[in-house]
């Protein structure tokens, strides 16, 4: 493909790797560069320029994506006539290479937040009982810090009940392993992974606690999260097994509780937000969802779910720990953000000056802005593994 308006000099190696150094991998996000993914440069006499590209794997899902902006961003260089690009496979050994490089030589299987001088901030998003809306807070906040300009990630590590992949927009979407290192899928400016990427279909996950605590200790340690400002992960209702393991991976994590203003649904948060006494965990805040529907003909609040549950949520744990735990927001019920969940849509994004888009958006602001201040067996957890 021809430029519009060609130099008449041709255009040298330098020029052309350098224009290829501003082409990220669309999966690692680095310069493709660095990860010792061009293959080769040639230059005809007449400016036309080939390029080979080296994928970390075979069938890569992205090959299109990286064609793409490599032949984009050679076309702007002076000279240039036309550019082709070949796209090779690269050996296992340049795999393990890329592999060691982006680990930076640190153990496998270790869980980087829970290092020593990590600057990701871990949130725990907890409640004590399913369907108070954890999951669609969770994704929110996380595609409202990416708005934001924050590097966000968020572990779907609600196992039996997997739901955040369609909210978040990577439905479809599935991991490519490079070796024994997991690159999660991205959407909206996050990353994600989730139990559902390795999964048939809609089927079930049927495990027992030490198959759970493997699952998210692969999470945290196989997955390539890079230098990630936030990290989230949706935990599952109550006080079960994952919430025990997340303590035992990354001890520094921190408790996010979300309830309804309902005073059962509220009693039961508290009950699961007490944990953190056990684990010697902090409790950031309580978020109130569902707080109250505004009548489409008067604007009146209608109290649908009772009033008052996050305060009196936010008032216990208090009282329970012994430290200060604030209530960070309420959320209105609002069908754009059930819509959202549903569409991979998330509110904050399509609606951000709607009620529950500018709650959520001011509560992630509050939790963002305070950023940088796997041993054992393994499950074999591969894209295509069928359980």
């Known amino acids: 493909m021809a430029t519009d308006a060609p130099s008449d000099a041709t255009p040298t190696e330098d020029a052309v790797r350098a224009a290829l150094a501003t082409v990220n991998d669309p999966e690692i996000h680095r310069p493709i560069t660095d990860l010792g993914m061009v293959k080769s440069i040639g230059i005809a006499p007449d400016g036309a320029v080939a390029v080979g590209i080296y994928l970390t794997v075979s069938g890569c899902p992205l090959r299109e994506t990286i064609t793409n902006n490599v032949t984009e961003a050679v076309q702007g260089v002076a000279g240039v006539t036309g550019v082709s690009v070949e796209l090779d496979v690269m050996s296992d050994e340049q795999r393990r290479e890329l592999r060691d490089s982006l680990r930076g030589g640190k153990a496998e299987r270790e869980v980087p937040f829970a290092q020593p001088g990590s600057l990701t901030r871990v949130y725990c998003v907890a409640s004590g009982k399913g369907g108070v809306g954890k999951s669609s807070v969770t994704v929110n906040l996380a595609a409202a810090m990416a708005a934001d300009g924050i590097k966000v990630g968020v572990v ?76 989230l992960l949706d935990l599952p209702p109550g006080t079960g097994d994952i919430a025990i393991s997340v303590a035992q991976l990354v001890p520094n994590a921190e408790i996010l509780v979300v309830t309804t203003p309902q005073q059962a649904a509220a009693e039961v948060a508290e009950r699961a937000g007490s944990i953190a006494v056990q684990t010697h965990q902090k409790i950031v805040g309580v978020i109130e969802n569902m707080a109250g529907l505004p009548c489409p003909h008067c604007d009146e609040m209608v109290d649908v779910f009772g009033t008052g549950g996050g305060e009196r949520v936010a008032e216990g744990l208090t009282k329970t720990t012994g430290t200060n735990v604030p209530m960070l927001g309420s959320i209105p019920i609002d069908v754009r953000l059930r819509e959202g969940g549903d569409d991979g849509r998330p509110v904050v994004l399509t609606d951000p000056d709607s009620p529950a888009g500018a709650s959520i958006r001011s509560m992630a602001g509050k ?18 593994n069928k359980f």
């Not at 992974?193 to 495990?207: H, L, Q």
């Open 156 to 231: 779907d590590a609600d196992i039996y009940g997997h739901s955040v992949p369609r909210m978040l927009g990577t439905a479809d979407a599935r991991p490519t392993q490079v070796e024994d290192m997991i690159m999660p899928p991205s959407a909206n400016g996050v990353k994600v992974i989730s139990i559902g990427m390795f999964t048939p279909g809609n089927a079930p996950v049927v495990w027992r606690g030490p198959m759970l605590h493997r699952a998210l200790q692969q999470f945290l340690a196989d997955v390539f999260w890079g230098d990630l400002d936030v990290l």
């Open 367 to 384: 939790l963002g802005g305070r950023e940088r201040g796997l041993a054992g067996m393994s499950l074999g957890l591969t894209p295509s």
